[in-house]
């Protein structure tokens, strides 16, 4: 089936410094990738949709200059988290739509920022 | 506006009786509904849906789920537990493009 290959895994990284997470979609296009972070025991919140060739569209309250998202091609799309902070930390994943209906998302990325 | 409710935090069932996850919705138009499941420190992995059809849909490991219109309700079952079954559930509902998730559920199988 689908599958999405979401990079790193797990990341630590300095206060201040960036970190981009990639997810690429593998044996098919993804046209669209929904960017999710997931808060301690549970709640996802959608942050942003990415779509190839446009500018991302973002959920009220993601700070577009924090999380810049890039999907430059049909099977990849990027997330990077400039200047992190200690809040930043979190476990982001990402999704893409398939046909039928449902959605196959990448393995998540943790991010600890120190 | 779409949402979908999962009214526990967390289940808890001994190995080798039946379980059920709970999920309301409340979608407009034909929901098309979904279960997830999500290992620590992994992605969600589907598990089944509903689009249209039977209401009884079965699913990966096990598990299946039923579409009950009139109480707007898509419960999550497993007529036998594992241990393994130990994990994080997510109903999703597709009123737009765009999936909304419950708040998950903790299911846990003691031995």
């Known amino acids: 089936g689908a599958v999405v290959s979401q990079h790193p895994s797990r990341v630590i990284c300095k206060s201040g410094t960036s970190v981009k997470i990639e997810c690429r979609s593998l044996d098919f296009q993804a046209t669209t990738m929904f960017w999710y972070r997931q808060f301690p025991k549970k709640s996802l919140m959608l942050m942003a949709t990415s779509n190839e060739g446009s500018k991302a569209t973002y959920e009220q309250g993601v700070e577009k200059d924090k999380f810049l998202i890039n999907h430059a091609s049909l099977t990849l799309s990027t997330l990077t988290v400039t200047s992190a902070h200690p809040e930043d930390s979190s476990f982001y994943i990402c999704?893409?739509?398939?046909?039928?209906?449902?959605?196959?998302f990448g393995s998540g990325t943790r991010l600890t920022v120190v | 506006a779409q949402s979908v409710a999962q009214p526990e935090d967390q289940v808890n069932v001994a190995e080798g009786n039946p379980l059920t996850v709970k999920c309301t919705y409340s979608?407009?138009?034909?929901?098309?509904l979904f279960w997830y499941v999500q290992y620590p420190n992994r992605g969600l992995q589907f598990l089944l849906k509903y689009i249209t059809g039977d209401n009884l849909v079965k699913g990966s490991y096990g598990f299946e789920a039923e579409f009950n219109k009139s109480q707007t309700s898509f419960h999550l079952k497993k007529p036998s537990a594992l241990v393994s079954d130990s994990a994080l559930y997510f109903c999703?509902?597709?009123?737009?493009?765009?999936?909304?998730f419950g708040r998950g559920t903790s299911l846990i199988v003691h031995p």
């Open positions: 999703a509902g597709l009123g737009s493009y765009i999936p909304t």
């Open positions: 999704s893409a739509p398939q046909t039928g209906g449902d959605y196959t």
């Open positions: 979608v407009s138009g034909n929901p098309y």
